[in-house]
């Protein structure tokens, strides 16, 4: 335990330290200081939150004294004498917009210095910075070119036709199926001020997309296969829960961190995501950036979220959009924007089957959508 006047001069210390009174090797000692003693480290900690508190009351100090000042200079009288019984919103502006000019930046003044004294604006940056939206970088990835990208980049002499060319994508992401005919979910940030879109299918088949919905609120968009190329599926074997899975549920995805699809396992931690959101589950889960996009499914074969980033500073820390929420994302879109019908499916032909044989009849589902 501190004795009380070691207290006091420690504080003192604290206080020069804070208002960056002392030089830089009696800083590094008093950092040290404070690491070796974790008592000294505690008093540090409370010395300055009590003094952004004051510096806090000293800004609503001096903002309600400005305030007062600039009231006591008005000759209320005179306003009184000089207005109308019935003075207009126009006239009372002109007559008084400069002494609301200064109030108002005198106040927004204020709100900003708090904020900043508060630590606000570092809070948000730092906050922001553990979470990571996972979308896949195409370009970086130094890699060989799949089968596929090869015969959408070289023009073969062998083929009567020449195949389209397909810019190298910006980044790229997953998407699966929500019908049979053509209709997929992804992220919003996935797919956001795109220039066009395209989905890659488990045989490697490019196929041209376009957006047919965005719900930025919710994290989702809708794609729709638009391609000529592209055949219906065979029916959709997974179904949508649209009621809330339990802590400690055993889930697992599907995506695309590479050219090819890659299996995670893992568990439902938290009914909710990041920071709290209600909007999101928390699964313990690996992934990385090209999972974006990707179901969540348990193992019934329901989907039970989307995946939409992880937290940067755990690992196998992931979240998910629930699936409630894609279904009322889905309710909104207007059917007469839709050139065909996008009726969800309600069948499950994945429950009571080996986790294998659910991966087989899923993957065909699942694709990589790139984003040019």
Request: aromatic share 8%; glycine share 6%.
């Amino acid at each position: 335990m501190i004795k009380m006047n070691d207290r006091i001069g420690f504080i003192d210390k604290a206080d020069a330290y804070i208002r960056g009174e002392m030089n830089r090797e009696e800083r590094e000692l008093f950092e040290r200081l404070c690491d070796e003693d974790p008592e000294k480290g505690k008093i540090l900690q409370e010395q300055m939150a009590l003094l952004g508190r004051l510096q806090d009351y000293q800004v609503r100090k001096t903002l309600r004294a400005k305030l007062n000042s600039i009231y006591d200079d008005l000759d209320l009288s005179a306003i009184r004498k000089s207005a109308s019984p019935k003075p207009s919103l126009k006239t009372l502006w002109m007559k008084h917009r400069q002494t609301a000019l200064i109030a108002a930046s005198v106040a927004l003044l204020a709100v900003f210095s708090t904020l900043w004294v508060t630590g606000f604006y570092s809070e948000v940056k730092e906050s922001s910075s553990k979470y990571s939206a996972l979308k896949r970088d195409m370009n970086n990835i130094q890699k060989n070119v799949s089968a596929q990208n090869a015969v959408i980049n070289t023009i073969s002499s062998n083929v009567e036709k020449s195949p389209r060319k397909v810019n190298p994508s910006t980044y790229g992401a997953t998407g699966f199926a929500l019908t049979s005919n053509g209709f997929l979910v992804t992220n919003y940030h996935v797919i956001k001020d795109a220039d066009s879109v395209y989905v890659q299918n488990s045989e490697g088949e490019s196929l041209k997309a376009k957006v047919v919905y965005i719900d930025p609120s919710y994290d989702l968009a809708v794609l729709e296969i638009t391609d000529p190329a592209f055949k219906n599926t065979v029916e959709i074997p997974y179904t949508f829960k649209d009621k809330a899975s339990d802590i400690g549920q055993d889930v697992f995805t599907i995506g695309y961190p590479r050219e090819e699809a890659v299996y995670g396992s893992g568990y439902l931690s938290s009914k909710t995501g990041y920071g709290g959101d209600t909007i999101a589950y928390q699964v313990t889960i690996p992934v990385n950036p090209g999972n974006s996009g990707g179901p969540v499914l348990d193992d019934k074969g329901n989907v039970i979220g989307i995946i939409s980033g992880k937290q940067t500073e755990a690992d196998g820390v992931a979240f998910a959009i629930k699936t409630d929420y894609l279904l009322k994302s889905i309710h909104a879109i207007p059917q007469d924007s839709l050139t065909k019908a996008l009726n969800i499916n309600k069948k499950n032909t994945l429950a009571g089957l080996p986790r294998t044989k659910q991966i087989k009849k899923i993957q065909d589902h699942i694709y990589i959508v790139k984003v040019y």
